[in-house]
């Protein structure tokens, strides 16, 4: 390693995604809705479904390896293994761990983070802080999800929305001008009620019965557990002005403490929840749509896996070049959100 700057570069990414299909039409034969309603509110066409014994760890190790395979890196060089997710099978052993046991990834440290959507880019940075204090550090950083089983089916808002899926990337070192080059990451937890899972029957519930004071919003939208599951319950409009809103200031900040503007980003890749609010965003790039990553259509929302999903894609389907400045940009749960560039 040179004397120069050492960033987090991305050496390999990869993905996974089950193969059921879960269509729109399939939906309108489970809930009262319409591929019509979906498609033009959402963008949504298609999610997959996790299968029989796909837990979100086997999701999660099988984009690992991908990602790993891409880069020439082998398991036992890995130093660092973060998962994020909000569905792993247990909470102890965490993915990370049973990742870490699949792969052969004997020496990393392994742990899980959780900032639903956001949580990808949550831990890209916290992957890059590793690095940039231990350049020797490589590291596989992986969003992975099934909220197949944290949504209730009988819900049209919610049961729509969201599918699975996992993806990976591996980071080392690098002072070629390659990496990360800034980034930022925020939390507002005052207003956590507006999207959450519900507590588990029996658990000691994480949210009081009294909405937070002062914040301004309808708690009245959402439902409490009940007392079956642990199910995802969201007020859309006001998590959707929120992403808005948070995802523009996020992406205008970053640029600005780059000195950037938004064309000199080749490609923005932010969490697909909604098409209304990926075009939204391709405003704060010059307008030009071609410059953000869509797959939302085929895989739905798959939380802290978009982002990841969507970056592996992005880079094996020629949508990036060496050189290019990429934009990542996240907003979910929590609230959370934040975003980082990317020199590829
Ligand atoms: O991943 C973290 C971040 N998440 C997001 O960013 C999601 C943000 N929110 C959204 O994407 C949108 O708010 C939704 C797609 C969830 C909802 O779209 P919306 O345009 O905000 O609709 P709405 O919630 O205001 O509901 C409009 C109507 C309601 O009927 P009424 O009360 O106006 O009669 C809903 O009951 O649409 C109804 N509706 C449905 N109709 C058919 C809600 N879900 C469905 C459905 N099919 N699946």
Redesign the pocket.
Known sequence: MGNNLVRAAICGTGSYLPENRLNNSDLEEM????DD??SS??GIRSRRIAGAGEITSVLATRAARNALDASGIAADEIGLIIVATITASSAMPSCACRVQRDIGAGNAVAFDIGA??SGFVFALDMAEKYIRANPAIKALVIGAETLSNRVDWND??TC??FGDGAGACVLAGADDGRGILAGRLYSDGSLGEL?HLTPLAGSNPYLGDSPPAGAGVDFSLLGRGNGEGSYIK?A??E??KN?VRAMEEVVEKVLADLGLSGDDIALLIP?Q??IR?LENLAGRLGGDPGKIYINVDKYG?T?AASIAIALDEAARGGRIKEGDLVMLCA???GFTWGAQVIRW
């Open positions: 809930v009262e809705t319409s309603w979906i509110r959402t639903a959507c049209r808002n729509v929305l999207l969201m859309g409009r998590v959707f992403a969490h929840a909604n609010i929302n939380s907003f979910g749960g």
